[in-house]
């Protein structure tokens, strides 16, 4: 954009995994779409020199977080990287904001994830507009802020957790690092630092949309802070189909067999594939990964599987050459792509935020097993308020048995439930397509934000 009619810059940090760069990424592109904001993408070296980079309209900068070589993988333990990212990433960004200062596009805003919440303080700091970018769903997000102002008391000892604006949740569908206290715990530390300065912040925007949502954006709204919802936050063409040749994310650390899975799909039936995916950081552990493909070649569907590289050895012995007439297993894939195929009729799934939101704006049923984090409450709304889907049970050991993986599964491909689940998913894709479009409800909130950024 030439400086001419640069009215506003806007700087997008990232925190650096594949599951929040996604979502800022396409968040960057609705800005830019709207014309009157120039926007900078920011991630860290390490992950910029080791992700697959297509072509996209989003220029990107690069800070330290003190690990240049290997990233988190370097650090001694997480709350070492936390802290070291926190220090040398806000040296980093502080150079970045004066380098572009002095090329004739000053910033004015920093959207930062916020996991980053330093990154507010630079922003303060230079008289910079302030955002947060929440990438987890607001029901996550309100049941953190409780914790984090000491309302909702850990240990849980009560067998209904009751907050407002949420339904009732049972301990068990808490975010793990509730639920199993004391586990993860820097993570846990992290997520509830979101919320250390958040009210400092101009604008507090959410990767939801208002009317998957309705009860806990409005108690957000009336009882915490102003909030936006600005999602899903899935590439153009999959949703309105406004920003022309927004077909992907455009940024990947893991290569996708994008040819040999659209072409196994093509030969496939309408509805006849179960597509599994545990996203790009979950590892399963031995058995339950056993126990998943034992009940998948026990439900005689064909079934698209992503199994990273890591995690081919822990597959039973010959497992893939006997199973090659129904079944394609691949390191990685394009989702979307998957998603949107005709041939797919259900999804297994961890439940991770974004892969949750990509089903729903596509309309496929989910097999939710979630393991950490936020998924066992995104896996609860899935299966009981949006009804899009069922959470397999697990025994005693935390596992989904064989037995119960293709009950689950069979309950949705072949089963009166099933159909109704998909009933359920097309009103849900529906919906997710009308937010996202010309004056739908995440729209108007980008539009609003992109207004009072070129006024400021």
Known sequence: METSVCRAHCLVLAYPAQGHINPLLEFSKRLEHKGSVKVTLVTTHFISKNMHKEASPIALETISDGYDEGGIALAENIQSYFERFRRVGSQTLTQLLEKLSSSGCPVNCIVYDAFLPWALDIAKKYGLLGAAFFTQSCAVDIIYHHVHNGVLKLPLSEPEVLLPGLPPLEPQDMPSFIYNLG???????????????????????CNTFYELEEGAVDYWMSKIMSLRTVGPTIPSMFLDKRLEGNEDYGFRIFKPNTDSCLKWLNDRPKGSVVYVSFGSLIVLEAEQLHELACGLRMSNNYFLWVVKASEEAKLPKNFVEETSEKALVVEWCRQLEVLAHEAVGCFVTHCGWNSTLEALSLGVPMVAMPQRTDQSTNAKYISDFWKMGLKAPVDEKGIVRREAAEHCIREIMEGQRGKEMKENALKWRKLAKEAADKD????????????????S
């Open 440 to 455: 739908g409800s995440s729209d108007k909130n980008i539009e609003e934000f992109v207004s009072k950024l070129v006024c």
């Open 183 to 205: 586990s993860y715990p820097a993570f846990f530390d992290m997520v509830l630092e979101q919320f250390s300065s958040v009210h400092k912040a101009d604008w507090v925007l």
